[in-house]
């Protein structure tokens, strides 16, 4: 029972934490957060932190490279406290039907933008 639960304890902090053992590690800063390491409002259109960039096939593409806010420790756990507030009450079904609801993603980065600039 200790190993499993030593197990699922590495698990949550390669999650959540910096995860040093990831080859791209550190992709944004030292210390960040990899929780959202695919950001859930992607494409968001901030201009402050991504931007357009011009794909190989000549396409503009939004980037987030430049983006180190969806990695700050307060703001990675504060979006993950607005989307658990949101699933609470929902089956994992219902939790990917919020995932697909960009009106309600959307409100839910100018709450935590307007929390956390
Ligand atoms: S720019 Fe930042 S907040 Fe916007 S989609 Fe990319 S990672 Fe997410």
């Not at 756990?77 to 609470?88: A, G, H, K, N």
């Not at 929902?90 to 959307?106: G, Y």
Request: charged share 30%.
């Amino acid at each position: 029972m200790i190993d499993l639960a030593k197990k699922h304890f590495e698990k949550i902090v390669k999650l959540c934490g910096a995860n040093r053992d990831c080859k791209y590690y550190p992709c944004h800063f030292d210390n960040q957060v990899c929780l959202w390491c695919f950001c859930p409002f992607y494409p968001c259109y901030e201009e402050g932190l991504g931007e357009f960039i011009t794909g190989k096939d000549g396409n503009k593409i939004w980037s987030c490279m430049k983006c180190s806010w969806i990695h700050r420790p307060d703001v990675a756990c504060e979006v993950l406290r607005e989307i658990l507030e949101v699933t609470r009450d929902k089956n994992i079904t219902e939790v990917l039907n919020v995932f697909e609801n960009r009106e309600l993603l959307m409100e839910i980065m100018k709450r935590v933008r307007e929390k956390f600039p």
